[in-house]
């Protein structure tokens, strides 16, 4: 791991309000940073920043896909956007960057080691002392749609195409995930395939779209 000022990455509105968004200048081309560690139910590819694209083939097997960059502190945002969906189900949220790849994230977040996410059925998971989630809102799931993760100092919230699904991230108020004490956490998706899921992770900050004031692209 390296240490990037509170990040780290590999070498290798309540009720649905409407998230202020950040108006980037044209100077602003960071091309951001795809999937790392992955469930191996998962395979990556390439469209616009390597790994970027993460397919889950593997029907009725739940897995989790997480960024490849992590942050422990700070205000940072990232996209997933559903390039595909066999049933509109997914989760959303953030998994340790210490928990492993392969086997130990095929799973979803109640069941896989230091995660918390919130599902499409409106229910919330975690695994760890230090980590919870709670949600009573479910949303839809459906092709183009763009799900955004907003890490404030062990906070999360989770939108949808801009709007905050819980809370409010950009008041800082009502996270439906929460992390207690210091760890360095990766933005993830968890999905449960009928067929094929395609997952794309956005992280540099031209590709974003719904950018929320006060934070700053995952990278």
């Known amino acids: 791991m390296n240490d990037f000022g509170g990040s780290w990455r590999r070498a290798s509105g309540f009720g649905g309000s409407q998230v202020s968004v950040i108006s980037l200048g044209a100077g602003a081309s960071i091309p951001g940073v795809g999937w790392g560690e992955t469930g191996d139910f998962y395979s990556l590819s390439t469209t616009v920043i390597l790994n970027d694209t993460a397919t889950n083939s593997t029907a009725g097997g739940w897995s989790?896909?997480?960024s490849d960059t992590a942050h422990s502190s700070g205000s940072y945002y990232a996209e997933i956007k559903i390039i595909s969906t066999s049933n509109n189900r997914a989760m959303f949220g953030i998994v340790d960057d210490t928990t492993g790849g392969g086997?130990?994230?095929?799973?979803?977040?109640?069941?896989?080691?230091?995660?918390?996410?919130?599902?499409s059925s409106g229910?919330?998971?975690s695994n760890g002392a230090d980590y919870s989630a709670t949600s009573s809102?479910?949303?839809?799931v459906n092709v183009n749609d763009i799900f955004g993760i907003c890490y404030k100092n062990g906070n999360v919230w989770i939108t949808r195409n801009g709007s905050?699904?819980?809370g409010d991230p950009v008041a800082g108020?009502?996270?439906?995930?929460t992390i207690s004490n210091t760890h360095a956490v990766n933005a993830a998706a968890a999905t449960l395939p009928t067929s094929s899921d395609?997952?794309?992770l956005i992280t540099g900050s031209a590709a974003l779209s719904?950018?929320?004031?006060?934070?700053?692209?995952?990278?």
């Open 64 to 66: 989790i896909a997480g």
């Open 103 to 119: 086997s130990s994230r095929n799973n979803y977040f109640a069941l896989v080691t230091n995660s918390a996410g919130i599902d």
């Open 123 to 125: 229910a919330g998971y």
């Open 137 to 140: 809102t479910s949303f839809s």
């Open 164 to 166: 905050a699904i819980l």
């Open 173 to 177: 108020t009502g996270a439906p995930i």
């Open 198 to 200: 395609v997952v794309q």
């Open 210 to 219: 719904f950018l929320p004031s006060g934070y700053t692209a995952w990278g």
